[in-house]
């Protein structure tokens, strides 16, 4: 950022949005060159490679976007990742800059995160009539709304976070609720995690029809942009199996449910290779039954051993269920984000459902953190001596009789080093003492003599 930028907190803001905006069209730009140019030989041309890599820029703010006249809403979230990533440090850039010239004016710094958002999203509406390329484009509304909605949950989250404004925003909030937060972060978190195993054990499994696949789309560079795109894809499909732990299973085409308890015949797919994954029907396999039940207890052991530090046991249920809330809040925004649709015929509907997915999520997470935090503390009353060494102890924290015991023993210790402080003396009283006491056995002495 230039010098000039650095001194003043408006100059920072215009140039961080729009910097961000930059960076995400340049690595448009770069991606399309890199698997395009290639593959198209002499006939490709630069301003070509210029205007597919800004609509792929704007089709990652999940705005919609129109390729070959057909409306689609999909979108691989590994590019909303990469520009996610760009506008959260545009907005720590931000942050670090007010506290380099001490600004900490709650109004001044609001209206700088806006600006900074404003000049993010005007950025992108630039770029939506250089982005035509035959019949295909994207909206100007789509992408105004969807640049200002990602920057503002990216980069005026990060904003807030490690400016002035992040400590008071904390100093005014519940006590319970970024406990609450962390807790549904970390039960998602675990989620997440066994859906990642689940992807990557079903390519294993299926990794005869993954090659098969990924041989009918052609070798070399033609094959290039389709491994780019699973790649990118591959977020989308850790929801969509995210959903299947959770329950109500995902979509992949009109009328289709990919779920443990059996899949509907979907017809015939496209030849993407990251589709050979999917089951082939008849309920879960073997190997999937195991994280099917893994998934929502290791995720209710991370939301107990969080809200353990709630307190006293009604306490600690309460945040766990809110945690649960949160987590199936979460988990509907991501589904929402990992689904769509391509065109209005049979992938109208790919992915999870929002809704489905959140609820089901939300109430497995909630049953399973309740159940560790009330099984330690029956635990607790049953085995009294042995709740210090336990592990689940440790995890659902102490109960209210166990801290005004520890309390006690604390108080009682105390007042045991306080009452054996006193009675050490002083060493030179000591000496004082011992000198006058053979003083006076010496005068004493005398007097007998005489």
């Given at each position: ?116 958002t404003v000049a993010f999203t005007l950025s992108c509406l630039i770029a939506v009539p250089f982005a035509h390329l035959g019949t295909s484009s994207a909206p100007v509304l789509g992408v105004g709304c969807a640049a200002a909605l990602l920057f503002s949950l ?267 402080q006193g009675k050490v003396a002083d060493p030179a009283n000591t000496a004082e003492k011992h000198k006058a006491s053979e003083k006076g056995k010496a005068t004493e002495k005398g007097k007998r003599a005489g």
């Amino acid at each position: 950022m230039p010098d000039a930028a650095g001194r003043s907190l408006w100059l920072a803001a215009a140039w961080t949005g729009i910097g961000a905006a930059v960076i995400g069209a340049t690595l448009g730009v770069l991606s399309v060159a890199i698997v395009w140019m290639p593959a198209s030989g002499a006939s490709g041309h630069w301003t070509s490679t210029v205007r597919a890599g800004l609509l792929t820029f704007l089709a990652a703010l999940h705005g919609g976007v129109t390729v070959d006249g057909t409306d689609t809403h999909f979108l691989p979230l590994g590019l909303l990742i990469v520009v996610g990533c760009a506008a959260w440090r545009a907005g720590a850039v931000l942050a670090d800059t007010a506290w380099s010239i001490d600004e900490t004016d709650s109004v001044r710094l609001l209206v700088a995160g806006f600006a900074q958002t404003v000049a993010f999203t005007l950025s992108c509406l630039i770029a939506v009539p250089f982005a035509h390329l035959g019949t295909s484009s994207a909206p100007v509304l789509g992408v105004g709304c969807a640049a200002a909605l990602l920057f503002s949950l990216t980069g005026g989250v990060a904003f807030v976070r490690w400016s002035a404004l992040g400590g008071r925003l904390l100093a005014r909030l519940p006590a319970m609720l970024p406990r609450c937060t962390r807790a549904a972060a970390a039960g998602l978190v675990a989620y997440v995690g066994f859906a990642a195993l689940l992807v990557a054990g079903s390519l294993v499994v299926h990794h005869t029809r993954v090659t098969a696949l990924s041989g009918q789309v052609g070798g070399g560079w033609a094959g290039v942009p389709i491994l780019a795109l699973g790649v990118l894809a591959a977020p989308n499909a850790v929801i969509a199996a995210t959903s299947y732990l959770a329950g109500p299973g995902f979509a992949v085409g009109s009328g289709t449910v990919v779920g443990a308890t059996g899949t509907a015949a979907h017809g015939v797919l496209p030849s993407f290779p990251l589709l050979g994954a999917l089951p082939d029907g008849g309920g879960a396999a073997s190997f999937v039954w195991p994280l099917l039940v893994a998934a929502p207890l290791i995720a209710g052991f991370a939301v107990a051993g969080i809200v353990r530090g709630a307190g006293g046991f009604w306490f600690r249920v309460r945040d766990a269920v809110l945690s649960a809330a949160l987590a199936g809040l979460a988990m509907a925004v991501l589904a929402w984000q990992g689904g769509g649709s391509i065109g209005g015929g049979r992938l109208a509907t790919i992915g999870a459902s929002p809704s489905r997915v959140g609820l089901a999520l939300g109430v497995a997470l909630a049953v399973c953190s309740t159940a560790v935090v009330c099984v330690g503390a029956a635990w607790r009353r049953i085995r009294p001596a042995h709740t210090g060494s336990s592990s689940l102890a440790r995890i659902v924290g102490p109960s209210g009789r166990e801290a005004a015991k520890a309390r006690l023993v604390a108080v009682g210790k105390a007042v045991q080093t306080t009452a054996v402080q006193g009675k050490v003396a002083d060493p030179a009283n000591t000496a004082e003492k011992h000198k006058a006491s053979e003083k006076g056995k010496a005068t004493e002495k005398g007097k007998r003599a005489g």
